[in-house]
Nanobody
Framework: QVQLVESGGGGVQAGGSLRLSCAASGRTFINTSLGWFRHAPGKEREFVARITWTGGSTYLADSVKGRFTISRDNGKNTVYLQMNSVKPEDTAVYYC???????????????WGQGTQVTVTS
């Protein structure tokens, strides 16, 4: 069993920055991909970024490339999403997820956190 707990959400003005954290616990994360997804009202859940626990390979959605970065701290079992130059369209509930495959599809992520709200005002 894996537990994922997100934190760091809140309100921020457009152009500002926010850092989300995802604390993972429950088992070892070798050969695991940790991903960030977001869900805005009236829209489908959207892939944002992912990182492999071993090796640290990253991939980001085109909509956030150049503005967001994903990183991990193996010692703290924590994954971060650094959000810079945020836009109102980044407003959503952000979820952390863990799965075996380094994919952008939410269907392959088995474990999910409870989500953290990010609201960007113009």
């Amino acid at each position: 069993q894996v537990q994922l707990v997100e934190s760091g959400g809140g309100g921020v003005q457009a152009g500002g920055s926010l850092r989300l954290s995802c604390a993972a616990s429950g088992r070892t994360f070798i050969n695991t991909s940790l991903g960030w997804f977001r869900h805005a009202p009236g829209k489908e859940r959207e892939f944002v970024a992912r990182i492999t626990w071993t090796g640290g390979s990253t991939y980001l959605a085109d909509s956030v490339k150049g503005r967001f970065t994903i990183s991990r701290d193996n010692g703290k079992n924590t994954v971060y999403l650094q959000m810079n130059s945020v836009k109102p369209e980044d407003t959503a509930v952000y979820y952390c997820a863990a799965g075996r495959l380094p994919t952008t599809s939410p269907n392959y992520y088995t474990y999910w956190g409870q989500g953290t709200q990010v609201t960007v005002t113009s």
